[in-house]
């Protein structure tokens, strides 16, 4: 089957750095197949909408409960029905000055679980603006897909997942800079998750994230992991099949709080 990975952007201008990877799935087995730059945020809907396919999406899907309750009546729903309400500098400022990380009503469970900066952050990464752009992709995705674990699963259509590829990185130890990355991708995930589970990259894919002097381009790096990512949930936890079953990497207090600030799909 065929799996998706994406680095989002939710720049006023994301040209340059939003890409997607096409990977495929068979048993135990991932082949990255292709890396693909999109010019904006219309093609990456335009792919999802047509792919039928699992995505793992790297931008925050939700907020923190407690700024969920003040600003949009504890409703994960009203708060993605609200994605045009605010221009950008509008909702940038809604939550105050957040720093990433410094205060847990600013985290979520999910985010405390991976050690990830807080969705509303606007320094020292402003987070605020992912969130932004990624509300607005769901918002017009929402009756043609199924967001996890948001809205009723649906068979027909995409499936789209929350991931963090900073997380698997730190786990496999390895750099989204480095080119030896590639000849080193699958030997390490064998040593430091899983030794049953194969990943392979075809060259049209290593082709795909390299910029104009031979460089791992980050963007390209982090949509392979995200496709790693939603590609090992699949084999691991049956997740695509399972929404209701917690799976084993889930805290309980994420799971508790997992209709309004949703799960981050990971590793162990």
């Not at 017009?140 to 897909?145: A, I």
């Amino acid at each position: 089957m065929d799996i998706y990975g994406c680095d989002f952007s939710g720049a006023k201008n994301p040209e340059g750095k939003i890409f997607v990877t096409r990977g495929k799935l068979t048993g135990n087995e991932l082949s990255i197949e292709e890396v693909i730059s999109c010019e904006d945020r219309l093609d990456l809907l335009h792919l999802i909408k047509k792919t039928s396919a699992p995505w793992g999406l790297d931008f925050p899907f939700a907020i923190p409960k407690h700024h969920l309750q003040n600003h949009y009546s504890s409703s994960w729903s009203t708060f993605i029905q609200e994605a045009y309400s605010d221009t950008r500098e509008q909702f940038k400022s809604r939550f105050g000055l957040v720093h990433s990380g410094k205060s847990d009503i600013d985290l979520r469970e999910t985010d405390i679980a991976v050690n990830g900066k807080s969705p509303i952050s606007a320094t020292p990464i402003a987070m605020n603006g992912m969130l932004y752009g990624g509300r607005k992709l769901l918002f017009n995705l929402q009756n043609d897909v199924s967001i996890y674990p948001f809205t009723p699963y649906k068979r027909e259509g995409s499936h789209l997942y929350e991931v963090y590829p900073s997380h698997l990185w730190k786990t496999l130890h390895l750099k989204s800079s480095d080119v030896a990355t590639f000849d080193n991708l699958n030997s390490s995930f064998k040593t430091q998750i899983d030794k049953s589970f194969n990943l392979s990259i075809t060259p049209q894919a290593i082709q795909g994230t390299l910029n104009a002097n031979g460089e791992p381009n980050l963007h390209g790096m982090d949509s392979i992991i995200a496709c790693i990512v939603m590609a090992y949930c699949i084999f691991k936890y049956d997740i695509d099949n399972n929404w209701e079953v917690r799976p084993s990497f889930a805290t309980t207090q994420e799971w508790n709080h997992l209709s309004q600030e949703g799960l981050i799909l990971r590793v162990n």
